[in-house]
């Protein structure tokens, strides 16, 4: 466990928030929860073209990496074949950076007729994400801090 996941699991569990006490495992639970159903086809929840499914699949895996523990294995796993293919593609190491932007395009540049493959690349791009640091971290940062307000 990091120091993020620490300060964030006990900034969570702390405040009372509008919705009642929270940690990062329960909103990475309601995260994948939403993308679950939307991909599955909710009359509530569209997840209906691939920005809206690689969005929630970064999110997800975003969150589920703060948080730790057995999903953050998951959707570490989920970003080994995206990292590994790009490593193997080149003539060396692409680098973290080039490796995100590359799973992105992977995402949203083809036609997808099956939106559970943008929502997976999504996943791996939220890990990468994570990994490759720089203006990729910004993401996560500001996602920790909105999932530090709403607890």
Known sequence: ???????????????????GPMTLSGLTLVTGAVLLFGLRGSDTIKIDNKKKATGWGIGFSTLAV?????????????????????NAMADGNPGLGCTAIFVTLCA????????????????S???????AGGIWAVGQTIGLAVAQKLG
């Open 108 to 123: 949203l540049g083809p036609r997808w007729k099956n939106l559970w493959w943008p929502a997976l690349i999504g996943i």
């Open 66 to 86: 703060a948080a730790g523990g057995t999903l953050a294995d998951a959707v570490r796993g989920v970003a080994e074949v995206p990292v590994t293919f790009s």
């Open 1 to 19: 466990m990091t120091i993020h996941q620490i300060a964030a699991d006990v900034t969570l569990a702390a405040g009372t928030g509008f919705a």
């Open 125 to 131: 791009a939220g890990v990468i994400y994570t990994q």
